[in-house]
């Protein structure tokens, strides 16, 4: 059964850092291209980061440009998303999803996705 399960949300100050983990089971990441997604309240879902499986192409919103760092570790079979220098702004629910596609590129759009996990929930308050 293929599952996607996210960890490391939490409660951080302004200025602080968090790293999410997504931990794939019953599918091997190699096979499909992932990407981290995230939904505040009252608005709708959008995408933050994905990673290509084949060239390790990434992308990011511009809004987390610079802060946030997407990486894989295929021994795991998860895929990390860093996040530095937070702000209030990026607190919402991180979802990670995947595509089954073999490609060199990847797109942050969340309707081409087919799987995802359930979420965990990054705030950043003082």
């Known amino acids: 059964q293929l599952q996607l399960v996210e960890s490391g949300g939490g409660l951080v100050q302004p200025g602080g850092s968090l790293r999410l983990s997504c931990a794939a089971s019953?599918?091997?990441?190699?096979?499909?291209?992932i990407g981290w997604f995230r939904q505040a309240p009252g608005k709708e879902r959008e995408g933050v980061s994905c990673l290509s499986n084949r060239g390790g192409r990434t992308n990011y919103a511009d809004s987390v440009k610079g802060r946030f760092t997407i990486s894989r570790d295929n021994s795991k079979n998860t895929v990390y998303l860093q996040m530095s220098s937070l702000k209030p702004e990026d607190t919402a629910i991180y979802y990670c999803?995947?595509?089954?596609?073999?490609?060199?590129?990847?797109?942050?759009?969340?309707?081409?996705?087919?799987?995802w996990g359930q979420g965990t929930q990054v705030t950043v308050s003082s």
């Open positions: 019953g599918f091997t990441l190699d096979n499909y291209v």
């Open positions: 999803g995947a595509l089954p596609r073999v490609q060199f590129w990847c797109a942050i759009r969340p309707n081409e996705y087919h799987y």
